[in-house]
């Protein structure tokens, strides 16, 4: 991570731009304090849930993005990352239109929400939110479609194919908590670096991975939210 962000210092190529990134909690004041200083790289530690947001906070947003400033991401990666705009890529013709001789086929109607109600225990309902404990699924996936199904709210949940992973036993070490053997289902996430300027890739490297494990008594939530622990993957 830290050598992208270098590298996306380099690519800036100003000697008037701090080696250092901003939260975007704090962007705002930084750009207008920082008289004949240039900021060089906006990274997102924060921003991704409506709920981070302000009124001031929305304002500085389109300013931050119009800026030549490196975004860590910008918006268009951003958006990339949303359940909604994947759901929408994920729809036939969508992603064919952009190969040549591929024919742009129309998106086809939403069955997802029928096979969603149909088998719920097959599918996870994701909002657009980050962080962890938002996910719904089993019985309450057909009450919340039920209850918005004929409104555009419906739009706001995402119905994905749920992942089963292989259980193991294992013990959660989590402070102030007891010690005892649960069923585990493990998480393995990969970091990425990814750097471009223009439409040339400069940058695209494996930059970590993450190993979150869980009770399997919880149909959701991540470390932050107090459900999953950090953990360490055994090759065998």
């Not at 930084?30 to 991704?48: A, C, M, P, Q, S």
């Not at 400033?69 to 992603?95: F, M, N, Y």
């Not at 919880?218 to 459900?227: E, K």
């Amino acid at each position: 991570m830290a050598k992208g962000l270098a590298k996306a210092w380099d690519l800036y190529g100003s000697e008037r731009g701090p080696k250092k990134h901003l939260r975007p909690l704090y962007v705002e004041n930084e750009l207008w304090k920082r008289d004949g200083w240039e900021v060089t790289i906006v990274y997102f530690h924060n921003g991704y849930m409506s709920q981070n947001y302000t009124e001031k906070k929305w304002e500085a947003r389109p300013m931050m993005e119009r800026s030549l400033a490196v975004k860590c991401p910008d918006i268009s990666t951003h958006l990339a990352g949303t359940k909604k705009v994947q759901q929408e890529l994920a729809r036939p013709g969508v992603l064919e239109r952009f190969f040549p001789g591929e024919p742009d086929v129309g998106p086809e109607g939403d069955k997802t929400m029928v096979m969603a109600l149909a088998k719920p225990d097959q599918f996870v309902l994701k909002p657009q939110r980050e962080s962890g404990g938002n996910n719904i699924s089993g019985a309450e996936i057909c009450q919340v479609l039920e209850a918005v199904k004929q409104s555009t709210e419906r739009m706001a949940c995402i119905p994905m194919d749920e992942v089963q992973p292989s259980p193991v036993h294992n013990y959660l070490l989590r402070q102030r908590m007891p010690l005892k053997l649960s069923t585990c289902l493990s998480e393995l996430g990969l970091f990425g670096a990814h750097v471009r300027q223009g439409q040339d890739m400069v940058l695209n490297e494996c930059a970590g991975h993450l190993l979150r494990t869980k009770s399997d008594e919880h149909s959701d939530g991540g470390v932050a939210a107090g459900v999953a622990v950090l953990d360490n993957p055994l090759l065998v």
